[in-house]
Structures are given as structure tokens and as C-alpha cells.
């Protein structure tokens, strides 16, 4: 949706009516809930900022509706609301409810960050869409690169962008067939792994959801049919198992919370389990939240491998080793007295908040009564870090393509020096050099994993070590793009052969203009006059670099461009060879 046609400047009903919107403090009926909840969570937050924030989207977007009839503004209220349920701080609902205006509105960045403050502004251009004009088909890569670069400064840009994906699938039921496959399909490519990331697993399960639901529509139904009659069947045996998980803790003196918590219908269905004959226990998860110090957990993990037996290579420790976003828990899976297998996780209080929250269980613990966030309050993730060290030289369309793996799960290995990497899985010891250092990857000649020589291509695994020979001269080669994983390693390899093709390219493109010239001397001097410049920018290239750069890649010919050039008396001279240099 681009910006209305209103002429701002003559429009003064439009101007008298934002300024009133701007002197608001009270906040419109609409806006009460988002309001109440918000205070739930901060009790001293600044309401009337709030309702300033909301009369002044509701007035920008007054004219627009949305593609099932209702008025717009109802979509930034929707995202500010999601934001507000899940605790996040007051700038970033001001900037979830005006997140669409620098966008679809009159509304400049400048004049909002004047209103409002640079830190809602941050967040507002970061979630903004490139000019499709401009970019065309590398819009959609160039937004991505936009928001993470942005969110290099803040990180709630991520989740604004979330909560907004989050919404967009919930009335995902407006838009055409095709366009929902499309946007289904780029969530569960690009903002799930995102989710999973930054740890908000409360956003990533309804994603996953409702991707599944647009994606797969027939097994959805199934899952979610199969689903509610094997929860059904089993809740006695459930409460059963509940009843028995709290009595064999208290044997061990263990204070805990049991809650029995379904699984979403994508994981039920991803798991593999047959739907027809669905273990109902294969819906659920066992959740014990121990009280005190996070190392009862340990004492509840004997607790229940003491009352039933532990399954093999189920048994997951993520607060000995925690997961990349902040997760920490014990994961461990048990058979029951009837056979059934039982997944229970155990972790304390906080670890729980993380487990749901990821990224916002931080937000929570630097934001204070008043809804502000102290500066400085989060760290960066080591993926995000990551991330923006190779942007910068990847294509649009290579940036997307390596976000795609390296988003993805991940694995963690050593180095022969005791470096410890976080790779995404399937990557290849190329990536692992890439990985330490561009120049090491450009220079890599073969690799060790746990003390044998691998190939290029073979796969790491969780806990390898990984040693990098190198070779003097740097040297890709071209065939390691079939099997780097990491954006990293693909980027630093397309842009060395890049580079040496353009070297090449020159060299051929000079010495077809040397050849056409009659030898290098006169074409030496034709650049050392500046007639060789004057002819390149007459063809259109800025420099004599990119000129015969073009030459070598065919894309022209000497003879077209001279004679193009032809009433300028340097193109003259050129164009004849036996006309001799300037000044004979």
C-alpha cells in the first residue's frame, strides 16, 4: 500500500486534525485494552504517550482499509496488543502503532522521530520497506538487510517485525490463494528460524501454526482432529502421571510446579508420529519448574529417572551446554508403568520465562515500572554478530539465501586451537575456515575433523574438532559453492571469483582495444591524453576500469563505441588507427 494522495502542504483540515491527534492524552475506546494491558506489566507507564501514539496512526490511516473491509489502524493496534501481552516496554508499542505510517502515510521519518524520539523512530525505519521502484526484485532482500542492520542498534525491531508477521497470517484469509502460499512460505523460511533465535518461542509455535495451516491445509485438519481425540482418551492417564511426577519429586524433597503443556499441531506433526494411532502422549509435554537454585533441577532429573526409566540418547542438557538463545533446561524422555514414552523438561523460574520469552525475558528484567527500557539493556546475540560481518558483500538475493541456512539449527565445534564455533548443520570444514577468517577460507587446502583428513564437502557434526591446513596463495575453488552452508563462505567465495573474472575481464577488454588501436603504445598514449576517458563516459561508464571491463565480458565493441563517439575529435583519431597518436 503506498502513501495516500493528499497534498499536505494545501491541506489544512489534514494538518489541524493531526495536531489534535498529537495533543491527545486520553486514550480512544479502542485503544483502553492495549492501554490496561500494558499496565499489567508496568504500573507507572505513561498512558497518555500511548494514546498520542494511537490518535495520531488512527489519523494517518483514517483512509486506508485493510484487504477484508476494516479500517487499517486496526493492524498496528493488533501488533501493539501482541507486543503488550508479552511484556515488551512502552517505546516499542508507540512504535508497533505507528509502524506502518513512514510506510503507507505522509508521515516522514523525520517528523516522526521529532514527535516521538529517535528510539521509536529507529524501530519505525527499521521495519520499513524499501522503494520497490528503486530496487525492483532485490526489494524483498534489501528490506531484510535493511531490518537487520537496524536491528544491530535495536534489537525490538526483530519483534515488532515478528508481531506484525503474526498478525498478517491471522487474516491471512483475505488475501488470494497465491499470495498466501507466498507469505506462508517466506515466514517459515525467514521469521520462524528468526523466532526460534531470539528465543520467543510463544511467537514461533502460533507461526508454525499457522504456516502449517496455509502450507498443508489437509494435514492441519487431521493433525488437529487427531490431535484433540488422543488428548481426550488420555486425560485421566495424564492426571494419572501428573499426580505421580509432583509425589516422586517430594520423595526427593524437590519444591516444583508440574503443568502438563500440548504440544502446537505443526510439532505433533512433524514429529513423525502416525496420526492414525497417535500416542496421546506424544501430544504433551511435562513441564517441572523447580523453585530455588537452578541446580535442583538436577535433583528432579534424579528424582524422575529414579521413578522411571530413562529412554537412550533422549536425554538433553541445556544448562550444562545452553542452546544459542539463552534456553536453558533439562530435556529427558521416560517410560511409563504402560509403555508409553513421556518427554519432560525441568528448569527454574527464569529459565521458564526464557523458554517462552527468549530475547524478552532480558527486556523484562531491564525495564522498570515506568515502561522504559534502560538503555544498553540487551546484548547481541553471537548469530546476529555474525550475520552482519558478511552482509555488507552479499546480493540481495545472497543475503536471503544465507539467512536461509544460517538461521537454520545449529551445531557447535572446536577448532584445533580451542576456538569454539556455532555453525548451522550440514556445514562443511570449508565453512568452518571461513568461519575463523575470510583469509583463512580463501587459503584453505584441506582439513582434519577429529584427527582424520576430510573432504571439503563432508559435514561437521555436533562436537567435532576441526583443524585447517592452509596454503600460501589464496585460491577458492568455484566447485565449494555446491557445498558451503554458511552465507559467510558462500559470499567471501562468489565475491574472490567475482573479482578475479573482473580482473580477467579488464585484461581481455584492454588488450581488444590495444589490438584494434594497432598496439599498445598508441592505445597507451590515447590514455595518457585523455581521449580514452572522454570515450568511456560518451558510452556511458564512469571509468576506463568499467569500460573495459564491459569489453572483456563482450558486452561492447570498440568500433560501435568509437563511432558513437565520432564527432568528438579524440573518438576521430581513435576511431582510424592509421590517422598516428595525437601531437605526430
Known amino acids: 500500500m503506498g502513501a495516500p494522495d493528499v497534498d499536505v502542504t494545501a491541506s489544512t483540515e489534514w494538518w489541524r486534525g493531526l495536531n489534535q491527534a498529537k495533543a491527545t492524552t486520553r486514550p480512544a475506546n479502542e485503544a483502553e485494552p492495549l492501554i490496561a494491558e500494558h499496565l499489567r506489566w508496568y504500573p507507572k507507564a505513561d498512558t497518555a504517550l500511548l494514546a498520542r501514539a494511537y490518535a495520531v496512526a488512527e489519523h494517518l490511516h483514517r483512509e486506508q482499509k485493510r484487504k477484508s473491509g476494516e479500517p487499517f489502524i486496526i493492524h498496528p493496534l493488533a501488533v501493539a496488543t501482541i507486543l503488550a501481552e508479552l511484556g515488551l516496554d512502552t517505546a516499542t508499542l508507540v512504535a508497533a502503532l505507528l509502524h506502518d505510517t513512514v510506510e503507507d502515510t505522509p508521515f516522514s521519518l523525520a517528523h516522526l522521530a521529532a514527535e516521538f524520539g529517535t528510539e521509536v523512530g529507529v524501530m519505525v525505519d527499521g521495519v520499513t520497506k524499501v522503494d520497490r521502484s528503486m530496487y525492483g526484485s532485490a526489494a524483498a532482500g534489501e528490506t531484510f538487510r535493511k531490518m537487520v542492520v537496524a536491528a544491530r542498534d535495536d534489537l525490538r525491531v526483530l519483534l515488532i517485525k515478528l508481531a506484525d508477521r503474526v498478525h498478517n497470517l491471522r487474516t491471512l484469509q483475505f488475501q488470494p490463494p497465491h499470495k498466501r502460499v507466498k507469505i506462508a512460505r517466506g515466514t517459515r ?29 489437509e494435514e492441519f485438519e487431521r493433525t488437529r482432529e487427531c490431535a484433540a481425540l488422543a488428548r481426550g482418551r488420555a486425560r485421566p492417564e495424564t492426571e494419572a502421571l501428573t499426580g505421580a511426577l509432583r509425589d516422586c519429586l517430594a520423595a526427593f524433597r524437590v519444591k516444583a510446579d508440574v503443568e502438563v503443556r500440548p504440544r502446537h499441531l505443526a510439532s505433533v506433526f512433524h514429529s513423525g508420529a502416525p496420526l492414525a494411532s497417535l500416542d496421546p502422549q506424544a501430544t504433551v509435554r511435562y513441564l517441572v519448574v523447580v523453585r530455588g537454585e537452578e541446580r535442583n533441577a538436577y535433583l528432579a532429573l534424579g528424582a524422575v529417572h529414579g521413578r522411571w526409566q530413562p529412554v537412550g540418547g533422549k536425554f538433553r542438557d541445556f544448562i550444562a551446554s545452553p542452546k544459542y538463545n539463552l534456553y536453558r533446561a533439562l530435556h529427558t524422555t521416560v517410560l511409563t508403568d504402560s509403555g508409553h514414552r513421556v518427554q519432560i523438561i525441568i528448569c527454574d523460574n527464569r529459565a521458564q520465562q526464557v523458554s517462552e520469552y527468549g530475547i524478552i525475558a532480558e527486556i523484562h528484567e531491564h525495564t522498570g515500572r515506568d515502561g522504559r527500557l534502560v538503555a544498553g539493556g540487551t546484548t547481541d546475540p553471537e548469530w546476529l554478530t555474525r550475520l552482519l560481518r558478511w552482509q555488507e ?21 572446536l577448532t584445533a586451537d580451542g576456538v569454539i564455533l556455532t555453525l548451522p548443520e550440514g556445514s562443511t570444514p570449508v565453512d568452518v575456515a571461513y568461519a575463523l577468517d575470510n583469509d583463512i577460507g580463501d587459503r584453505f587446502s584441506a ?32 566447485a565449494w559453492l555446491e557445498s558451503a552452508r554458511t552465507g559467510k563462505a558462500r559470499v567471501a567465495i562468489g565475491a574472490w571469483h567475482r573479482t578475479r573474472d573482473r580482473e580477467r575481464a579488464e585484461v581481455a577488454g584492454r ?9 599498445d603504445r598508441s592505445l597507451i598514449e590515447a590514455e595518457s591524453s585523455g581521449d580514452m576517458i572522454s570515450v568511456a563516459r560518451r558510452a556511458g561508464y564512469a571509468t576506463l576500469e568499467e569500460y573495459y571491463v564491459a569489453m572483456g565480458y563482450g558486452q561492447i565493441d570498440p568500433a560501435d563505441t568509437l563511432g558513437r563517439s565520432a564527432s568528438e575529435p579524440a573518438a576521430d583519431r581513435l576511431a582510424d588507427p592509421s590517422a598516428g597518436s595525437p601531437g605526430e
Not at 455 to 462: D, I, W, Y
Not at 511 to 519: H, I, L, N, Y
Request: proline share 4%; with cysteine; charged share 30%.
Open 511 to 519: 588488450r581488444t582495444m590495444a589490438e584494434f588501436m594497432g598496439g
Open 447 to 478: 582439513a582434519t575433523v577429529n584427527g582424520r583428513l576430510a573432504l571439503p564437502s563432508a559435514q561437521v557434526r555436533e562436537g567435532d574438532t576441526v583443524q585447517i591446513i592452509t596454503k600460501a596463495e589464496p585460491g577458492p575453488d568455484r
Open 393 to 413: 558483500g552479499a546480493s540481495a538475493e545472497e543475503l536471503l539465501e544465507g539467512v536461509r541456512t544460517d538461521l537454520a539449527d545449529s551445531i557447535t565445534v
Open 189 to 217: 523460511e525467514l521469521l520462524i528460524p528468526l523466532a526460534e533465535r531470539l528465543g520467543v518461542y510463544k511467537l514461533k509455535r502460533e507461526l508454525e501454526d499457522l504456516c502449517f495451516e496455509y502450507l498443508e491445509t
